[in-house]
């Protein structure tokens, strides 16, 4: 199974209700387009923490980059991930996220004006 692709969300200038549909988190993790403008939203309701992580390509002096992994509590956590810096970006333009038990985990992309 491949990584699925994330629907990115704009948000208008009048303001952007957060009570819209989030997309279930996915065993093969997710990815969207990389801008400067897309912040993350990862929201829990299983009875245990989750650990996702936002997969930095690349290497230096032949050492891979590390991760940036985030905890998200349990029980309706809900958390928003600003912006990534641009080393994030995979060599396809896109921003990877991946998750260590996709159970009760679901993710939404939003791009701010």
């Given amino acids: ?10 948000v208008p ?3 952007l209700s ?3 549909a989030l997309t279930p ?3 093969d993790g997710h990815s969207y387009g990389y801008s400067a403008k897309r912040q993350i939203r990862l929201k829990n309701v299983a009875t245990a923490a989750r650990t996702v ?3 930095m390509p690349g290497e230096v002096d ?6 940036r992994p985030y905890t998200i509590p349990a029980n ?3 958390v928003l991930i600003p912006p990534v810096p641009e080393v994030y ?3 396809d333009g896109t921003v990877w996220i991946n998750y260590d038990d996709p159970a009760g985990v679901s993710v939404t992309v939003y791009e701010l004006p």
């Fill in 1 to 10: 199974m491949a990584r699925a692709n994330l629907t990115v969300t704009p």
């Fill in 76 to 78: 309706t956590g809900d």
């Fill in 18 to 20: 957060l009570a819209g």
């Fill in 13 to 15: 200038r009048a303001g």
């Fill in 25 to 27: 988190a996915v065993a």
């Fill in 53 to 55: 992580t936002i997969v």
């Fill in 62 to 67: 032949g050492q891979p980059l590390p991760d």
């Fill in 89 to 91: 970006r995979q060599s």
